[in-house]
Structure formats: structure tokens, C-alpha cells
């Protein structure tokens, strides 16, 4: 746990993960997330007014669940199989597939007041 008023304002937390971690979960009120270079078997994410991006992870197959209140969730993926479930109450979900190597992508998105752009 980590309090945002202990520290005096906004800050920007940047956390090592090990390639080898199996399983991840990220919460936070009112931050931004982004995973890069590492995606383990299993990724949640929950964030109240954040957005959320994945992006720049190696060919692994792996299961997603992205929920936030009022942000954007942003994902890319080159190749491998991924399940990807997306929420967002206020805001824009897009999944872009680079399309570098054989991929599935199961998608599952739903937002009440934002766009969903797949491509």
C-alpha cells in the first residue's frame, strides 16, 4: 500500500516486475497504468479515474481483466493467444492488434459512455 498524501502530491511509481511472475494485480484511485515489456499468465487492473495501457509485452498467452470508472484503456498486442476483458464506465476502449505473429485475441468490452475502436 502506498498513500499519495503521505508523499506530498503526485507520484509517478515505476516497479520492476519479474518476467517469470505468474500472477498481477494493480489498483489504484485515481492513478494512470501501464504494463510494458512484461505480461505474466494472469494481469487485473482496477483504477477508479485512471487509464490503463498495455503495450510493448512479449508473445505470451495470457488472460486480462481492465475495469476503470472514467479513463481510456488502451492495449496492444503482437501475437500469442489473449483473453481480454475491458470496462469503462466514462470513457475509450481500444485494443489494437500489430499483427507481427499469429495471434487470438477474445475480446470482451463494454463502456456506458465511451467508444470501443478494435482493429
Given at each position: 500500500m502506498f498513500d499519495e498524501k503521505e508523499a506530498g502530491g503526485n507520484v509517478k511509481l515505476k516497479i520492476a516486475i519479474p518476467t517469470s511472475i505468474k500472477y498481477l494485480s494493480i489498483g489504484t484511485s485515481s492513478g494512470n497504468v501501464r504494463i510494458k515489456e512484461v505480461l505474466p499468465e494472469e494481469l487485473r487492473i482496477k483504477t477508479k479515474k485512471g487509464d490503463?495501457?498495455?503495450?510493448?509485452?512479449?508473445?505470451?498467452?495470457?488472460?486480462?481483466?481492465?475495469?476503470?470508472?472514467?479513463?481510456?484503456?488502451?492495449?496492444?498486442?503482437?501475437?500469442?493467444?489473449?483473453?481480454?476483458?475491458?470496462?469503462?464506465?466514462?470513457?475509450?476502449?481500444?485494443?489494437?492488434?500489430?499483427?507481427?505473429?499469429?495471434?487470438?485475441?477474445?475480446?470482451?468490452?463494454?463502456?456506458?459512455?465511451?467508444?470501443?475502436?478494435v482493429s
Open positions: 490503463v495501457r498495455i503495450d510493448d509485452v512479449p508473445e505470451k498467452d495470457c488472460e486480462i481483466s481492465v475495469s476503470t470508472r472514467s479513463g481510456n484503456i488502451k492495449t496492444e498486442f503482437e501475437s500469442g493467444y489473449v483473453e481480454l476483458e475491458a470496462k469503462s464506465k466514462m470513457g475509450k476502449i481500444y485494443n489494437y492488434y500489430k499483427g507481427k505473429g499469429e495471434a487470438t485475441i477474445k475480446l470482451n468490452a463494454s463502456t456506458t459512455y465511451g467508444d470501443i475502436i
